[in-house]
């Protein structure tokens, strides 16, 4: 049975009357819209695609090349297993993103689709090297009760440092959460990692979530309270291919805000929603394998190296070191990112390599002596960004260290936090970039990325952020009032 006739019986199976089609835009928002299952179903709907506006999605077309072709990948075909209304039963699939009168006959893909040009086409550059890359993301965000933009609370009580005037402080921004509302114990600010109920007040969320995301196909292999306080949480799927990753990523965005919504919350994904605790981020374990699935050779190890590291795997992470900056614009996109990446909060600001070593942008984990667990772990990713695109960056730039040989040099075997200035020079440790704008003229400088990307994305991507960074850049904050009122 193909995989379209088996989309077919399994909507029908399951009285689907709403297919939910999915794609991202290049920010990484998912993009949905709603078709009736009877024309995938009865109609040509699986073969054809469906036409849309593609001057609506920021970033894909100017107004006068709008029409567009979504074609669905019927092998994503998954049923909401929460609805149960049969007026409302839906189920959701992703689809690739054609040029006009492309799609049935096999045509062009279009240069602005995240998932069906830009990952499909790293994802061959590795198949021609002969390497099949895998990924597994570790996705951290905020589970919030409420959060209201227009009366956040501002703790006025500012030392001169600009810390907070007491022992710890209250966060600058206090959405009202699960661990914070009057009457429960309280998490103290970088004290809730690996907490337990009911200080933990987010296990059954956790849980629930978890449940309906394995129904939908993303294998959950353990979820647990992250270190902020205020409902930061963590779940982590099994390691998959780049395209097929990103699609798990917004089953698990989309899974995550939904049964939130069910229990009168609000996931977010923002990265630094508090002041002063830690912010959220999206670490990504990676590694390369030569054959077929199951029967598979593990490129990054060799049993007689003392981190069981090969020295392909090392080109790799010099590749992601060589090009951390550029990768920065793609893997922390938002002015917010920014504010995750700054010293005190583990943040990974210093590109260096290590083994077990959380201060370094790139780890190397030591869980297991077995070629099938080495891996390496690009720390400097977050949330906010479009996993496609990030992923298939991570990839480039780890493939472009295998092609010119990029060596990493010595792991640094030190807690980078700790080290001074100077110290971190003498080391040759470099830091990444403290603001979007200069991530985005990283990313100008660095062909490898850009060729990744390719030219149609870049531009827009660019042109997106610049605007949004100019954004940023003119308005006037609470911090500026309170800090400058009286000047």
């Given at each position: ?99 006009a009168f492309a799609a049935k006959g096999g045509g062009r893909q ?77 998490l103290r600010p970088k004290e809730a990692y690996f907490r337990a ?291």
């Amino acid at each position: 049975m193909s995989a379209q006739e088996e989309a077919k019986k399994k909507l029908k199976d399951a009285k689907v009357k709403n297919v939910l089609c999915f794609f991202s835009d290049i920010r990484g928002i998912l993009q949905s819209f709603t078709i009736p299952a009877k024309i995938f179903t009865e109609g040509s709907g699986l073969e054809d695609g469906i036409g849309f506006d593609g001057s609506s999605i920021r970033g894909f077309k100017s107004i006068e090349q709008s029409d567009m072709v979504w074609v669905p990948d019927a092998t994503t075909l998954e049923v909401v297993p929460w609805i149960e209304d049969p007026i409302q039963k839906s189920a959701i699939m992703y689809g690739d993103i054609y040029e006009a009168f492309a799609a049935k006959g096999g045509g062009r893909q279009a240069d602005c689709d995240p998932r069906g040009y830009v990952a499909k086409n790293v994802t061959e550059k590795a198949k021609k090297m002969g390497y099949r890359a895998v990924f597994g993301p570790e996705i951290e965000y905020f589970v919030f009760e409420s959060i209201d933009p227009t009366s956040l609370q501002y703790d006025m009580w500012v030392s001169p440092n600009g810390g907070a005037g007491d022992s710890w402080g209250p966060p600058r921004v206090m959405p009202k959460s699960p661990e914070t509302t009057p009457g429960r114990l309280m998490l103290r600010p970088k004290e809730a990692y690996f907490r337990a109920p009911p200080e933990d007040s987010t296990n059954d969320y956790r849980n629930e979530a978890a449940h309906y995301m394995e129904e939908m196909g993303v294998d959950i292999e353990y979820s647990h309270h992250e270190v902020a306080t205020a409902g930061q949480v963590e779940l982590d799927y099994g390691p998959k291919e780049v395209v097929e990753c990103g699609d798990a990523f917004y089953t698990y965005k989309f899974v995550a805000r939904n049964i939130a919504e069910k229990h009168g919350l609000i996931a977010t994904f923002m990265p630094k929603p508090l002041y002063l605790d830690n912010a959220s981020g999206m670490h990504c374990h990676q590694s390369l394998w030569k054959g077929k699935p199951f029967k598979s050779k593990a490129v990054f190890a060799d049993p007689d190296d003392e981190y069981m590291l090969s020295q392909t795997a090392r080109y790799y992470i010099g590749g992601l070191l060589e090009h951390s900056r550029a990768l920065t614009a793609i893997c922390a996109p938002t002015v917010n990112s920014y504010k995750r990446l700054v010293p005190g909060f583990e943040a990974p600001i210093n590109v260096c390599w290590s083994p077990r070593n959380r201060s370094a942008l790139v780890r190397v984990p030591q869980y297991f002596k077995s070629p099938s667990a080495i891996r390496a772990e690009y720390r400097g990713v977050d949330p906010s960004c479009n996993p496609y695109l990030a992923l298939s960056a991570q990839l480039a730039a780890g493939l472009d260290g295998i092609k010119n040989k990029i060596d990493p040099g010595d792991p640094l075997l030190k807690d980078v936090y700790e080290l001074s200035a100077r110290e971190k020079h003498e080391l040759g440790v470099g830091e990444l970039p403290t603001t979007l704008r200069d991530a985005i003229e990283a990313l100008t400088s660095d062909e490898v990325i850009q060729d990744a990307l390719g030219s149609h994305i870049y531009d827009a991507f660019v042109s997106l952020k610049t605007d949004e960074w100019n954004q940023y850049c003119l308005y006037v904050t609470p911090w500026e009032i309170m800090k400058y009122l009286d000047y």
